[in-house]
Structures are given as structure tokens and as C-alpha cells.
């Protein structure tokens, strides 16, 4: 199996100033990734540079083919500005076909289509009139996904996406995930300071400190000295 994206030796950074140092990851189909690390630790740089919204300062990035040609679906942190924003639901999902449509004026019915699949996928059937400003913080992630999920079917790509849910709504959030990347074998590479619930989703955890401290399992990850430090006795239930 092919490897959707490869980063060697990588470095990402502004202004001479680089923020993620000698990175090398392999990310393959089916993958759940998360990514930890302290603020100011490269994680936000390096998402920017997966989307290919920065070049590498050193080293190679490689994207599978496949990849480029259906992209990438993204969900950046929400702002007070986005979750106020006066769209229809129907309105913010179909706008993840953007990717696919060219300069063509108008959404093709093909478009429409594949925006009410993932709307009823993703549960918001009966919603689609609703203006999104009015749903719930678990509603908007649901539409979010529904959106990026009109942009691609192999990658998401999550930033902090729990930040400012209750409770309820992120285990309804992570459920939805897990089953997004156990049932329809979507990538996942989540970005998120959400530990307790990090080791009992992702597969593997990439924790950065600009330089990579651990890559691997998370059974491995709660072993390492790393881990522990980070994640607390709390988080690891004892261990």
C-alpha cells in the first residue's frame, strides 16, 4: 500500500524562521493520526504544510497522485466569526465542491448530489434550510465534515475540532470519526489538546516539539517517558 503522503527530513517555517524541524512521516490510507504537542510546538505549521499551503524549507514532501487530484478536506479551528456565519446548511455543504468544479458558474446536479449524500451521512437530513448560525457546536462539526467530505473521500484533515463542544457533543463528534475512518476508510489526521480522549480514538500520535519526540502506536506512546509526561497520570487511568 501506498503512502498518501511522505514527508522526509522535512523542515516548514516563515521568514527563515522554521517551526517544524526534520520531520519524517509516512501517512497512509486508513491511518488515525493524531497530533500533540505543547503551543508553539509546529503543529499548526505543519498541518499548513500537509494542505500544501506551505512549501518545505528543507528536505521532500511527496502526495500520492490519487491525493492530489481529490484533495484534502480540512477543518480549521472555528472562529466566533464562522459559527455565526448566515448560510443555510445546504449552503455551507455544497460549498465543498468547490474544489471539484473548475470555473464552471453554476453547481451541477452531480454537485448537489453528493452535498445531500453526505448531508444525510452525517445525520442533518430536515436541516438543510436551517440556517447554520442557528445549529448547535456538535450541529456545525457534523455540517463541517458533511463540507469536507464534498471535497474529498480519502483525507481529513481535523484542527482541534473539539474546542468549544460539551461534553456530549464530543463523544458524539469522536464516534462519528471513528466510524468515518473504521467504516468508510477515510484518513484521519486530527490536531488536538483533547488527551484523555485522544488515546482512546487515534491509532498513532505524532507529538511534536518542533522535532519529533515520539511517532508510533498510542500503546507505545502511553509507555514512553514523553508520554506519560505529557498525558499525566490521570489521562493514562493509573497505568
Known amino acids: 500500500m501506498k503512502p498518501f503522503i511522505v514527508c522526509e527530513h522535512v523542515d516548514f517555517g516563515y521568514e527563515n524562521q522554521d517551526a517544524v524541524i526534520d520531520l519524517s512521516l509516512a501517512i497512509y490510507p486508513g491511518d488515525y493520526l493524531c497530533i500533540v504537542g505543547a503551543n508553539g510546538s509546529g503543529k499548526s505549521t505543519l498541518v499548513k504544510g500537509l494542505l500544501g499551503l506551505l512549501t518545505p ?22 472562529t466566533a466569526a464562522q459559527r455565526d456565519f448566515p448560510a443555510t446548511v445546504g449552503e455551507v455543504v455544497l460549498s465543498g465542491t468547490l474544489s471539484r468544479r473548475g470555473n464552471l458558474p453554476f453547481y451541477s446536479r452531480r454537485e448537489k448530489a453528493l452535498a445531500l449524500r453526505n448531508m444525510e451521512r452525517l445525520g442533518l437530513m430536515g436541516l438543510e434550510k436551517k440556517c447554520y448560525r442557528e445549529l448547535s457546536g456538535g450541529q456545525q462539526q457534523r455540517v463541517l465534515i458533511a463540507r469536507a ?15 468549544g463542544l460539551d461534553p456530549s457533543a464530543i463523544q458524539d463528534f469522536y464516534r462519528l470519526v471513528r466510524e468515518l475512518n473504521k467504516k ?19 491509532d498513532r500520535i505524532l507529538h511534536m516539539q518542533q ?5 508510533g502506536t498510542t500503546g507505545d506512546y502511553k509507555k514512553t517517558m514523553a508520554g506519560r509526561d505529557f498525558l499525566g497520570e490521570e489521562a493514562l487511568g493509573g497505568e
Do not use: K
Not at 471535497?151 to 481535523?158: G, K, N, Q, S, W
Not at 468508510?184 to 487515534?202: G, Y
Open 57 to 78: 524549507t528543507a528536505g521532500t514532501l511527496t502526495v500520492l497522485e490519487e491525493l492530489q487530484r481529490g484533495g484534502i478536506g480540512y477543518l480549521p479551528q472555528q
Open 211 to 215: 522535532q519529533v519526540l515520539f511517532l
Open 184 to 202: 468508510d476508510h477515510i484518513t484521519i489526521v486530527m490536531v488536538s489538546h483533547d488527551i484523555r480522549n485522544v488515546i482512546l480514538q487515534a
Open 149 to 163: 467530505l464534498c471535497a474529498t473521500e480519502h483525507m481529513l484533515i481535523l484542527d482541534e475540532p473539539t474546542t
